[in-house]
């Protein structure tokens, strides 16, 4: 039988959604870098900022998780 | 024979929720300070284990910063060139970018305050023995009201109370999408400085728990969780990355939040 609690089925949710959302992130930056190698500092610190974004809005989610258990 | 098999597994849950109690424990505020599993010490001054860090980590940078600012070299070398460097990007890539350059020449210092701050609160939690406060929602609650009092009270004395709340209508939007507009504009405001909180809060908190919770794997499963050691190493390292980072996001939303304040409508 499952043990534990729904709250592990959410935070696992959460970290689908932070993997697919960070992916395509990284996928845009890593096109964009091929197309353009002359800005890839740019491209590099845009990436980080949203990929960090991205990860704010998933940790968010997971504290509600753990606050939920 | 199955008596045994449902004795390992209480066995083990009872170890996973006594690893649970030393996590919550040694991740929480607590009055008392865990040098060692055995040496308890109580933290005086009815002080908690995340005021004492701050306390300590402001105090180191003001000594260790405040001698460093006063060296009198054309070229810095040292930590003091590190410094710089850090300061330099802040000032010339984060902070006058959004705000101008007076403005940001004015602010600079401020943002280099909470980037440092909070990388060194960041990166002191990391070493063994002593505590992570930005791990706790309180303390980074307060530094994102820090950026929130700069967003409401600077801008109304920088720009006027009545320019302040114009600056809420982006320019160019029809008169009944205004009534909808101006108030989710004003509620983005202060969510986007509680996500500020949060996010920082989140980031610091779960790294560690994850470092806690493989370690604990050893105390359940014994010689078997050797591999979770590897795992631990590595997410230790991502932490150092992770501290860095999030300071600078801290900084970078804080320093772009700010100059939509100060500069409305572009």
Same mark, same amino acid.
């Given at each position: 039988m499952l043990t534990g609690s729904v709250a592990g089925i959410g935070a696992g949710l959460v970290a689908i959604g932070a993997g697919l959302g960070i992916g395509w992130v990284g996928a845009s930056a890593v096109g964009a870098i091929a197309r353009q190698p002359e800005m890839t500092a740019k491209i590099q610190v845009t990436m980080l900022i949203v990929a960090a974004l991205v990860e704010g809005t998933a940790l968010f989610c997971a504290v509600i998780c753990l606050l939920g258990k | 024979m199955q008596s045994n098999s449902m004795d390992a597994v209480n066995l083990v849950q009872a170890k996973s929720e006594a690893v649970q109690a030393y996590m919550m424990h040694h991740v929480m505020d607590s009055p008392t300070w865990a040098w060692l599993p055995s040496f308890h010490m109580a933290v005086p001054f009815g002080l908690k284990v995340h005021a004492v860090m701050m306390l300590a980590v402001a105090l180191l940078l003001i000594v260790v910063l405040g =001698? *460093? +600012? =006063? =060296?009198?070299? /054309?070229?810095?070398? +040292? *930590? *003091?060139? /590190?410094?710089?460097?850090? /300061?330099k990007y802040i000032r010339d890539e984060m902070v006058v970018p959004f705000l101008g350059e007076k403005d940001g020449h004015k602010m600079a210092p401020m943002f280099c305050t909470l980037f440092f701050f909070i990388l060194i609160m960041n990166l002191a939690g990391l070493i063994p023995c002593l505590y992570t406060a930005t791990s706790n929602l309180g303390v980074t609650a307060a530094l994102a009201s820090i950026t929130l009092g700069f967003m409401?009270? +600077?801008a109304m004395y920088r720009n006027g109370v009545v320019a302040f709340f114009k600056g809420f209508a982006p320019p160019g939007i029809p008169g009944p999408m205004l009534i909808m507009i101006v108030p989710i504009e004003i509620i983005s405001m202060f969510i986007r400085a509680m996500a500020l909180a949060i996010r920082l809060f989140a980031n610091m908190l779960a790294g560690h728990l994850v470092i806690y919770s493989l370690l604990g794997m050893i105390v359940m499963f014994g010689f078997y969780a050797a591999p979770a050691l590897l795992g631990a190493l590595g997410i230790y390292l991502l932490e150092v990355f992770v501290s860095f980072l999030q300071a600078y996001i801290f900084t970078l939303l804080s320093a772009i939040f700010i100059g939509e304040r100060y500069h409305p409508a572009h």
């Open positions: - | =001698r *460093l +600012g =006063r =060296r009198k070299q /054309a070229v810095p070398t +040292g *930590l *003091l060139n /590190a410094v710089e460097f850090f /300061a409401i009270f +600077g």
